[in-house]
């Protein structure tokens, strides 16, 4: 048998075991070094280089804002009006792209191909001196949540890619960039209704509309997301949630505000005037139903003033002057300009005489033209619209129905200045609603030390004084209504983010302005003026209705400058909506036709009433016949018509021939022409000539309205500011300051 042989042992010799002990001792050594100079430094220089670490950290997690959504905007119907969406900053961390020379060109890379960022401009930041170590820089505001999407699939290495190994090296190269969350109002409507909804200046600054008004409401608190090392050295992170903003629910009809802006857009793309306004309201709540008040502007965008200005005359504008253009553009003319308002207010005047017991339901006045005031030598004629004509002896109905001047002067002398004024203020001239919209205008009526003879009886049919359109409805509203004055508004609810209803704004009625049997007196009266006086062009087929209108001469007298309106209201027993229509300064050579406003008024009633089911009181057998609508505007509304106006104001039509307004071909003379082109002919050979090139004469007919008169004086001058106390911070006015009981 073989003998297994031991192998040799090693073993340790003394000069190995002194290596040992050596290296051991010089390890020993090196750690009690060490651990010395982290105890010398941690006694002298702890603070110091603990801060600096925590500032680090802090860098790294640094706080975060978490921006609140503002509350959305809708529609009586819930329709979206205004609502925010999220979008994203791109945010650049130079510091952390400059850590390591490999990281520039595939972040500068990939931020330029899938977001087209400017190159030079990503590299000026990344080696500037001045940004080169800065960790927020902002490369891009508002990128949608795809474009932010994309980036982070371009820069994610997934398992299931067939990559290279450079093109996971370049994707894991990308480093400093994130996405700070924001929000970018929108609006789904575009242009309509911008006066009344108002846009924001930035994600929680408004002036403009509801918008402005409810700026507090709307906007909510911003949260902020903290992250550090605490003192362990362990990350710690704490939320403070953002509180989005509350809601609005208005009394807006968003199909109601379109009706009103179609016929609006007509007659602007028809005729056009300085400004056109128009109100919609329920007069038993004294909820705004529709509201347009001026030019148009889309709210996704709205210092484009394209709608309102040629692309000439934006370019020849200086700051101040574009500045001036968005400010009017923006301003609501329904709720900030005053005007002498004209005719419209002779049935307000006329029931505070009926209620004050300065006039009876059975007095009569004779119209002889005019009415002479002063004294033999110094005598002022003020006219009636008839002169030199008169109307003779006339009912109250038959006052209101013929617009006649000279009887309302002599109303007003029964009442005297005195009790004017106080019937005035009742009806809340001289002093805001209170409407929840931003910069409400006052307007300015006379007191007893400025009213004299003269100016009492021109403010009896509304010269000498002014008012807003919202002052004018109303107040309509209330002598229509049965006497019941409601002040105006556009919000009836506010919800919580989450939809609970947290504030419910009911009809607020301020006062009783007239008793109901006056209040009923007075809409016969209007009801006469739209079925044989100067109102008839305001006539909706199927529905009872009454109105009023309005031709003011403008100051100075003599310029043949008119703002024209209509007011009215269907049906006559139990009106469900009013309207007011103001058109200032009508692009016609006779302005003085109240017409214009009734035109438009009529088209709007004629779709609006069915819209809002209202049933025609007037049917018979069911049958309602169809209103003859102002046939000018027919090729203009929802701008489908296949007639538009060139840059000359010429009819062209969709074969790019001159057409009169009757759609037949004319010559840049007006002759008529025959399909072909040849000229029509006469029975005696000779040329024929369109007797319908402007479409306008039609428009003057009906009963006289207005006569320019220099002896009417103008109104006192109105020094108030519109925009001064007038938001929800400021919560209006009180009852006592807007003079309502």
């Not at 994130?178 to 924001?200: H, M, Q, V």
């Not at 538009?644 to 071909?665: F, H, Q, S, T």
Request: proline share 3%.
């Amino acid at each position: 048998m073989k003998k297994n042989k031991r192998k040799p042992e090693r073993k340790i010799n003394y000069s190995m075991k002194k290596k040992l002990v050596m290296l051991f001792g010089a390890v020993l050594l090196a750690l009690v070094g060490l651990t010395a100079r982290i105890t010398y430094i941690n006694a002298t220089s702890g603070d110091k280089y603990k801060k600096q670490v925590l500032s680090q950290a802090q860098q790294k997690y640094e706080s975060r804002v978490m921006p609140a959504k503002r509350g959305g905007i809708y529609d009586r119907n819930g329709n979206l009006l205004a609502t925010s969406n999220k979008v994203y900053n791109v945010i650049l961390d130079c510091k952390t792209v400059n850590t390591n020379e490999n990281y520039m060109d595939p972040t500068v890379r990939a931020l330029t191909t899938v977001l087209g960022l400017d190159e030079g401009d990503i590299r000026t930041r990344l080696t500037a001196e001045e940004t080169k170590n800065s960790q927020y820089q902002i490369l891009k505001k508002q990128i949608s949540m795809d474009d932010k999407k994309a980036f982070e699939d371009y820069v994610t290495v997934s398992e299931d890619d067939n990559l290279t190994t450079e093109q996971i090296k370049e994707k894991n190269n990308v480093k400093g960039v994130w996405f700070e969350e924001d929000y970018l109002r929108s609006y789904p409507f575009n242009e309509t209704a911008c006066d009344t909804i108002g846009f924001t200046l930035s994600r929680d600054v408004a002036d403009i509309g509801l918008e402005g008004y409810y700026n507090s409401t709307l906007t909510g608190v911003d949260g902020r997301q903290y992250g550090y090392f605490n003192s362990n050295a362990d990350v710690e992170q704490t939320i403070v949630a953002a509180t989005n903003g509350n809601s609005l629910v208005t009394t807006l009809d968003i199909g109601a505000q379109q009706i009103v802006e179609k016929w609006v857009n007509a007659f602007n793309a028809r005729m056009g005037a300085k400004n056109v306004g128009v109100i919609v309201e329920d007069p038993s709540t004294g909820e705004i139903l529709a509201m347009d008040g001026g030019d148009r502007y889309d709210l996704n965008n709205p210092r484009d003033m394209s709608m309102v200005h040629s692309e000439e005359e934006i370019k020849a504008m200086n700051d101040e002057q574009t500045v001036e253009a968005l400010n009017a553009m923006w301003s609501n003319y329904c709720i900030t300009d005053a005007y002498e308002p004209g005719s419209v207010v002779k049935p307000i005047v006329m029931a505070s005489a009926l209620e004050k017991g300065s006039i009876s339901s059975t007095d009569t006045f004779l119209c002889d033209g005019f009415q002479n005031f002063g004294v033999p030598g110094n005598i002022t004629m003020i006219k009636c619209a008839a002169y030199p004509d008169a109307h003779g002896t006339e009912t109250l109905a038959e006052v209101i129905a013929n617009s006649c001047n000279d009887g309302m002067m002599q109303i007003a002398s029964a009442m005297g200045s005195e009790q004017f004024i106080k019937c005035q203020s009742v009806f809340n001239f001289g002093s805001r609603t209170g409407i929840d919209l931003p910069n409400e205008g006052t307007g300015i009526i006379h007191t007893t030390d400025t009213m004299g003879e003269t100016e009492l009886a021109c403010s009896a049919f509304g010269q000498g004084f002014t008012c807003t359109m919202i002052q004018e409805i109303n107040a309509l509203c209330s002598v229509i209504n049965g006497g019941y004055y409601y002040q105006p508004h556009v919000v009836s609810q506010i919800k919580d983010s989450n939809g609970a209803v947290i504030k419910n704004i009911t009809p607020t009625l301020l006062k009783q302005t007239i008793s109901s049997n006056i209040s009923a007196d007075i809409r016969s009266y209007m009801q006469a003026s739209v079925e044989q006086g100067t109102s008839q062009t305001s006539k909706v087929q199927g529905y009872s209705s009454g109105g009023k209108t309005g031709t003011a001469e403008k100051f100075p007298r003599g310029n043949k400058k008119y703002l024209v309106s209509f007011i009215g209201f269907a049906p006559v027993d139990d009106p469900a909506v009013v309207i007011y229509v103001v058109v200032d300064e009508p692009n016609a050579e006779d302005q003085a036709t109240s017409t214009f406003a009734q035109y438009i008024a009529q088209g709007i009633l004629s779709e609006l009433l069915p819209y809002l089911n209202v049933a025609p009181d007037e049917a018979s057998d069911g049958y309602v016949p169809e209103t003859d609508t102002w046939e000018e505007l027919d090729g203009f509304l929802d701008n489908s018509g296949d007639t538009v106006l060139d840059e000359n104001g010429n009819l062209i039509n969709a074969d790019g021939n001159l057409v009169d307004w009757d759609g037949n071909r004319v010559d840049e003379n007006g002759y008529l022409l025959n399909s072909d082109g040849s000229y029509q002919l006469n029975e005696n050979g000779e040329y024929i000539k369109s007797d319908n090139l402007d479409g306008i004469g039609s428009a003057a007919g009906g009963l006289p309205e207005a006569v320019s008169d220099t002896s009417v004086p103008g109104p006192l001058e109105d020094d108030s500011d519109p925009i001064q106390g007038n938001d929800m911070e400021s919560e209006g006015l009180t009852n006592e300051e807007a003079g309502l009981e």
